[in-house]
């Protein structure tokens, strides 16, 4: 059973350009979210998307978009790049069915990452 | 979601358990309370959630006071491969909700 699937693994842009990460979900998950996580410091939540919608948003500025496929595969473009927008950006996947069936309880699995360095 | 706090650090010895508090005072009636570990260059993986009393599995147990306004993670005879950052999350997922990492504990596993 593959987890969560992250491209690519890293990658270097220079200031100004755009960026494309791309995430699959673990198997029977159709939720995913994206963080952004800078050195030493905790996964800081960007966005999550559910039915090829972005549900909930965290403090990051709109050069930070996303979409959702219908197999709930999803990308995170971030334009515009700045030096802080180096990080490790994690994907993240969980079942919204799961969730109901739990009473809320909310677990989410996670891939490697994609560590971005902007020059 | 209920902000969480944390040590920032800790050290142990192999072969020692290691017991992580998370402060938590203003989590709500439907939080529940999840632990994560992460290594270096890797995403965070889940390790075990709770919601009230003591919870366990196979690699760790969460005791969870009456009061819920904290929890604590125990990690029974820590090897060197337990030295990660530990990271306690509160909240609920119902309605879509934002899931929100504090800066974790980093443990650090002694020969």
């Known amino acids: 059973d593959a987890g969560v699937t992250q491209s690519p693994t890293h990658l270097i842009k220079t200031r100004g350009q755009q960026v494309t990460l791309r995430c699959s979900p673990k198997?029977?998950?159709?939720?995913v979210s994206w963080y952004q996580q800078a050195l030493g410091q905790g996964p800081q939540f960007i966005f999550q998307?559910?039915?090829?919608?972005?549900?909930q948003r965290g403090n990051f500025p709109d050069r930070f978009s996303g979409h959702q496929f219908p197999n709930y595969s999803s990308e995170l473009n971030v334009n515009a790049l700045l030096l802080g927008d180096s990080a490790l950006y994690l994907c993240?996947?969980?079942?919204?069915?799961?969730?109901?069936?739990?009473?809320?309880?909310?677990?989410?699995?996670f891939g490697a990452g994609s560590r971005l360095t902007v020059l | 979601l209920a902000k969480t706090t944390q040590p920032i650090s800790m050290d142990s010895y192999e072969g020692q358990e290691v017991n992580i508090t998370c402060s938590h005072n203003n989590i709500a009636t439907n939080d529940y309370i999840t632990w994560y570990q992460q290594f270096p260059s890797q995403g965070p993986r889940f390790i075990i959630q709770?919601?009230?009393t003591k919870v366990t599995n196979e690699v760790a147990s969460l005791f969870i006071p009456a009061d819920r306004k904290s929890s604590t993670l125990s990690l029974p005879r820590v090897s060197l491969s337990d030295t990660a950052v530990y990271y306690c999350l509160v909240g609920y997922s119902g309605g879509y909700q934002k899931v929100t990492f504090g800066t974790g504990t980093k443990l650090q596993v002694i020969p």
């Open positions: 993240a996947s969980s079942s919204r069915l799961a969730e109901i069936l739990s009473s809320g309880a909310n677990v989410l699995t």
């Open positions: 998307y559910y039915e090829e919608e972005e549900r």
């Open positions: 709770g919601y009230k």
């Open positions: 198997s029977g998950h159709d939720t």
